[in-house]
């Protein structure tokens, strides 16, 4: 039998999500030049890299090593985004993906409910006031608190890979000044998330430390995601509704929507009926190795003030598509 409280938070999570969507077709239909424009720059090799990037990035998500910071990586090498507009960008893109895995975790591991609901809750504050916070950095902060913000993930992940952050223990929950100093913690992980600082590491870091068991980590991460992604993305959303240029690329949130959910489904299937496994350590190492090397390019890119060369291509493509269009 699923608690009311977990079966709330799975309507919350549709509800959020669903409103995203609306808002972000309102966006479009609001700027539907620039949509259509945005939509043919970089033409269909974007597209296949968005696309096939989500759908294996959201197995790697499901599987425990998370796909913020690999899917910047991915979107910084293979030149698909403009750096100023990553974190708005990511954050409108994983709402149909984050769905889909919020509701999965919450049902299929046990949880208490009120840490379940108040984790939520205040990372999905933080998310919305760090939103509003981040979108406003140029393009020269952006890319040094992109940089360092991946500089923490690689750290963190390396402190994982090393089996510090994993100190087990049997508790689904906590109450009490536990429960406070979580919830401090969990409002600080859903702001840093808007600049790219993923959570399952800390989370599971601070799950750990305080008894509980580490799986509990899971649900507490994905579900803070389900809401805190949509609520960041609908300030996002909302910012380029009333601005003329866009806070986040209209057309890889499409086809991240469209695409990273499927992979997150194959992945559930796979992790339920044990269809298939994972290298995860090796994979870990890797990932570690793509994110350090990111994060360089972004502080290069800042230090030097190197113009967004994905920017001026796209730019050009745009103009020459409304060309010929007029």
């Known amino acids: 039998m699923v608690d009311p409280i977990i079966i709330g938070l799975d309507a919350a999570f549709t509800i959020f999500s669903v409103i995203a969507l609306v808002y972000m077709y309102m966006d479009m239909k609001k700027h539907k030049e620039d949509t259509i424009a945005a939509w043919h720059a970089g033409g269909w090799q974007k597209k296949a890299k968005i696309g096939i990037s989500a759908f294996f990035l959201s197995i790697l998500d499901v599987f425990g090593i998370g796909c ?3 899917t910047y990586a991915v979107w ?10 990553f974190p708005g960008t990511l954050l409108v893109c994983m709402t149909t993906q984050t769905l889909v895995e919020s509701i999965y975790c919450m049902t ?10 108040t984790c939520v809750i205040t990372a999905s504050i933080g998310a919305f006031f760090g939103a509003g916070f981040f979108a406003k950095f140029n393009l020269k902060k952006m890319r040094f608190a992109l940089g360092i913000a991946l500089l923490v993930v690689a750290a963190v992940l390396i402190l994982g890979i090393l089996g510090l952050l994993n100190f087990g223990g049997t508790a689904i929950g906590v109450d009490g000044w536990k429960l406070v100093v979580l919830n401090i913690i969990t409002f600080i992980l859903g702001a840093l998330m808007t600049i790219g600082i993923g959570c399952y590491a800390p989370t599971l870091a601070v799950v750990s430390l305080m008894g509980m068991d580490p799986s509990v980590s899971w649900p507490i991460m994905i579900g803070m995601c389900g809401v805190l992604c949509p609520v960041a993305g609908i300030r996002y959303i909302r910012e380029s509704i009333d601005s003329p240029v866009p806070v986040y690329d209209r057309n890889i949130a499409i086809t991240y929507n469209a ?6 489904i194959v992945a559930m299937i796979a992790l339920t009926y044990g269809l298939f496994s994972l ?13 350090v090397f990111t994060a360089c390019l972004f502080i290069y890119d800042g230090v030097k003030d190197t113009t967004d060369k ?17």
């Open 76 to 85: 910084k090498i293979f030149h698909v985004c403009r750096d100023v507009l």
């Open 279 to 291: 290298p995860l350590a090796t994979i870990k190492i890797f990932v570690v190795i793509v994110i």
């Open 310 to 326: 994905v920017a001026e291509r796209e730019d050009a493509e745009m103009a020459a598509y409304e060309g010929k269009s007029e």
């Open 259 to 264: 695409c990273g959910w499927i992979g997150s």
């Open 68 to 70: 913020y910071a690999p």
């Open 108 to 117: 299929a591991i046990d949880i208490d409910p009120i840490t379940a609901l």
